[in-house]
C-alpha cells in the first residue's frame, strides 16, 4: 500500500519559514498603520456619531460620563435645513467634476495627443498649472477678483452699468467655475499619459480602412481608456465630497451659508461655538457613505457601458 504522507525536507521547512517572516514584516507595518490612521478612526467616528459626546476627557480619572443615544443625532442632522443646502452644494461639485473637468481634460488631451493644436508643450503647462499653485492662493486669488470692487465685477460694469456686486442670487456659480479651472489640467495629464499608450498604428489602420476620427475616438480609443474613465470619476468623485479649503478661503460657506459644502458644514459644527462632537461625525459618516454609493454606481456604469483596456 502506497502512502499519502508527503514528507518535506528541514531545508523546505526553512525556506517556507523565511518567506513567510519576510511577506510580514513587509506587510505588517503597512497594515498596523492602516489600523491606526484609517480603520480606528473610521470606527471611532461611527461610535462617537451614536453617543452623547460633547468634549472633555474619554479616557482617565477625569472622564466625562458618555452614553449611546443611537441614530439621535442622525435624526437631527436630516432635519436641519443647511444639511440639505450643503449636500445639494456637494452635488453640483460632483456634477461639475464628472461631467465637466473629466470631459475637458479629455478633450483637450485629445486634441494634443492627434496633434490637432500647435505649442502642446505651452497649452499643456498653462492647463495643468492651477494645479501646481496652493489652494489658499488660489482662493485668495479669486475672493479678490471677484469681490465686489474686483475684476471681474468691474469688466461686467462696463456692460451693465446697474449691476451690484455681491447680490447674485447663485453665488455657488463662482465656485463651480474656479473649481472646474483649476482641476481640469489634473484630468488633462491622466488622460495624456494613457492616449500616449495606445499604438497610434492601430488608428492609423483604422483611418486607412475608412474610419472617421469620431469612430476610431468611440471604437477604438474609449474603449482603450474605459478603466481611466472610471478611476478619473472615482477620484473626482471622492475629491468633490471633500472639498474643503478652496471653499472655505474664497466664501468661508457665506453669503449666509449659500457656498456650504458637507465639509464645511461639519467644521462648523464641530469646531464654531458649541462643539457638537456627536454631529460632525454623523455629516463625516454620511459623506463616506454617499461616496462609496456613487463610486459603487460608476463602477456598474463601467461594467455594463465600458470596455476593455
Known amino acids: 500500500m502506497g502512502s499519502n504522507v508527503k514528507m518535506h525536507s ?30 480606528f478612526p473610521t470606527v471611532f467616528a461611527v461610535f462617537l456619531s451614536l453617543t452623547n459626546y460633547k468634549g472633555g476627557a474619554l479616557f482617565g480619572p477625569k472622564r466625562r460620563p458618555v452614553s449611546i443615544v443611537g441614530f439621535q443625532y442622525y435624526k437631527q442632522m436630516f432635519t436641519d435645513e443647511y444639511f440639505w443646502l450643503a449636500l445639494k452644494n456637494n452635488m453640483w461639485i ?3 467634476s464628472v461631467f465637466g473637468q473629466i470631459p475637458l481634460g479629455f478633450f483637450m488631451a485629445y486634441l494634443i495627443f492627434r496633434g490637432m493644436i500647435r505649442g502642446r508643450d505651452f497649452f499643456q503647462t498653462v492647463i495643468y498649472l492651477p494645479c501646481v499653485i496652493s ?48 482641476y481640469t489640467g489634473t484630468y488633462l495629464i491622466i488622460f ?23 469612430q476610431a475616438l468611440r471604437y477604438i480609443i474609449l474603449p482603450a481608456l474605459s478603466g481611466v474613465i472610471v478611476t478619473s470619476a472615482i477620484l473626482a468623485i471622492s475629491g468633490s465630497l471633500k472639498s474643503f479649503d478652496l471653499i472655505y478661503v474664497m466664501t468661508s460657506g457665506g453669503p449666509a451659508k449659500q457656498t456650504y459644502v458637507l465639509s464645511i458644514y461639519m467644521y462648523d459644527t464641530a469646531f464654531k461655538g458649541a462643539p457638537n462632537y456627536p454631529l460632525a461625525n454623523a455629516v463625516s459618516i454620511v459623506m463616506c457613505v454617499i461616496s462609496f454609493i456613487m463610486i459603487g454606481i460608476t463602477k456598474a456604469v463601467e461594467k455594463r457601458f465600458g470596455g476593455r483596456e
Open 10 to 39: 528541514p531545508g523546505r521547512i526553512t525556506i517556507h519559514g523565511e518567506e513567510r517572516r519576510a511577506y510580514w514584516s513587509f506587510v505588517l507595518p503597512a497594515f498596523l498603520v492602516y489600523l491606526f490612521v484609517m480603520a
Open 94 to 96: 460632483v456634477f461639475i
Open 135 to 182: 489652494t489658499v492662493v488660489i482662493g485668495r486669488l479669486w475672493k479678490a477678483i471677484t469681490a465686489p470692487n474686483g475684476v471681474i465685477p468691474d469688466i461686467i460694469r462696463l456692460f451693465n452699468p446697474s449691476y451690484v456686486a455681491g447680490n447674485s442670487e447663485h453665488p455657488m456659480i463662482a465656485v463651480l467655475l474656479v473649481i472646474l479651472w483649476m
Open 192 to 214: 495624456l499619459a494613457n492616449l500616449q499608450k495606445i499604438d497610434t498604428s492601430i488608428i492609423e489602420a483604422a483611418k486607412i480602412d475608412g474610419a472617421t476620427e469620431f
